[in-house]
């Protein structure tokens, strides 16, 4: 587990928002009958559209300059015609590019959930790490992207594709996902929101969200963060960009969570950055709970 935080590494990138002390419930209630289609088994819906989408998101960002009308094909056999017609404009743009610099390009999906669902659409929150070689060198760079996936004709294709959110978003509206993502919401937010005026409040908001090892570990090591926290005067926003659920199989479920962070101390320029987490949550009699908080690193 890595402990709240830019405060004990450098913080993130947005701008500032309310502490998680605000008129937020502790937590959620664990709401909601869990039904065979949503337990995460292979066959389940998230489980299709994660495998789906990666393998989708990967072909799509991938090219390489001596292979590039093959790569551009082979990426088009996961969207719908006409995302495929769109796709296939923007890559004849790049493609003089790609060849005067020599580009290759590799994308890896590290990890991926559904973050809004119906019978014919939905969409899916993807951790993407690129590997980029040029003639002027390479780079590795890690960051998000949405895929939007239409039902057609017995199989989900792409049917939009952004490094960002989409105007149009999928809502959840199955009750047991929608329950989970907004607890993990609960979480991500208290997590990354601690004030030096406020720290140990901001503390007890976590643990009060937090179960199992995960609450031993961050019960723990609370009194050290207090203590940089008050010292340096320092205080971390953080802003949920968007939560996903990639499993949910009887009363666990794993979440991701991208978010924006600022982190403010006295003296110097705010620290932002971006923040992707993966969070292990578990259901209680009363509520779903974190029992493991993750940053999933940049490359």
């Known amino acids: 587990m890595l402990l709240t935080v830019g405060l ?23 709401a909601g009958q869990l039904r065979s289609d949503l337990t995460g088994g292979s066959g389940s819906l998230e489980a299709q559209l994660v495998s789906r989408s990666a393998a989708a998101v990967e072909r ?18 996961f969207m719908t015609p006409a995302f495929a017609a769109r796709w296939a404009d923007v890559a004849a743009r790049l493609r003089p590019h790609s060849t005067e610099s020599h580009a290759r390009v590799r ?28 003639t002027e060198g390479s780079e590795a760079v890690g960051g998000y992207a949405v895929a939007t996936l239409s039902h057609r004709r017995g199989s989900w294709l792409l049917s939009g594709l952004g490094l960002g959110l989409p105007r149009q978003q999928v809502p959840e509206r ?13 979480v991500a937010d208290a997590y ?30 609370a009194g050290e963060l ?15 960009i968007a939560t996903a659920l990639s499993s949910l199989r009887g009363g666990r479920a794993r979440v991701l969570a991208v978010m924006e962070t600022t982190l403010r101390v006295p003296g110097r320029e705010p620290a932002r950055r971006l923040v992707r987490l993966e969070l292990a949550m578990v ?17």
Do not use: K, M
Not at 8 to 30: F, I, K, N, Q, W
């Open 174 to 186: 199955r009750p047991v996902p929608a329950t989970v993502l907004a607890a993990a919401t609960a």
């Open 107 to 134: 994308a890896r999906v590290v990890a991926a959930g559904v973050s809004g669902a119906t019978s014919a659409r939905a969409q899916v929150l993807l951790f993407v790490d690129r590997n980029l070689r040029t």
């Open 8 to 30: 004990l590494a450098p913080a993130g990138c947005g701008p500032a928002v309310d502490s998680a002390l605000g008129e937020r419930p502790t937590s959620y209630p664990a």
């Open 192 to 221: 990354q929101d601690i004030d030096s005026t406020h720290a140990r409040a901001d503390v007890a908001r976590v643990l009060s969200l937090a179960s199992g090892g995960f609450r031993r570990d961050y019960q723990r090591a």
């Open 226 to 240: 207090v203590q940089r926290v008050v010292a340096a005067r320092a205080s971390q926003d953080g802003r949920v």
């Open 283 to 299: 259901r209680t009699p009363t509520a779903w709970l974190a029992r493991d908080v993750r940053v999933v690193p940049q490359p």
């Open 60 to 77: 799509a960002l991938s090219y390489d300059h001596t292979t590039y009308a093959a790569d551009t094909a082979a990426a088009q056999a």
